[in-house]
């Protein structure tokens, strides 16, 4: 059995941030509340609004916990309590896109399903990335697409 979630480095990145910028919103919040002069705060609250709504959704929403076993695929968001198990069979296509930067390789592995949508697991973000790439790639080695 394969399971791949989100590494702890990738949650605790993103709730630092996400508290950081909350926080920010909040001070900005409480300023253009107690001083309603200057353009520029209303401008930075509004930025860090955007930055943590942005944050709150890929922390909590893209959350996705993937357990791989006897050709079925487990996909669990639980945040949004959706559950979904495709078999192997299902799978309609499949592609790792990998990205060379400065000193690390950037992997992503999109995985889709004929009748429902699609995931992305990568490297950085998710553990177990390479056992899952080389199961698929071993279970379903014709649905690979190539660029």
Known sequence: ???????????????????????????????????????????VLGILL??????IYKLLFNYKVLKISHDQINIYYPFRLFRSTQPISNLGAWQETVINTNKTIFKELKLVFVDKGYVK??????SDYDKVYKYIKKKAPKKEVKD
């Open 1 to 43: 059995m394969i399971l791949s979630r989100p590494k702890r480095k990738t949650i605790f990145s993103l709730s630092v941030s996400t508290i950081v910028c909350g926080l920010g919103s909040i001070y900005f919040m409480r300023q253009v509340l107690a001083e309603p002069q200057g353009t520029w705060r209303y401008i």
């Open 121 to 126: 697991i990568s490297n950085h973000e998710n």
């Open 50 to 55: 955007l930055c943590t709504s942005i944050l």
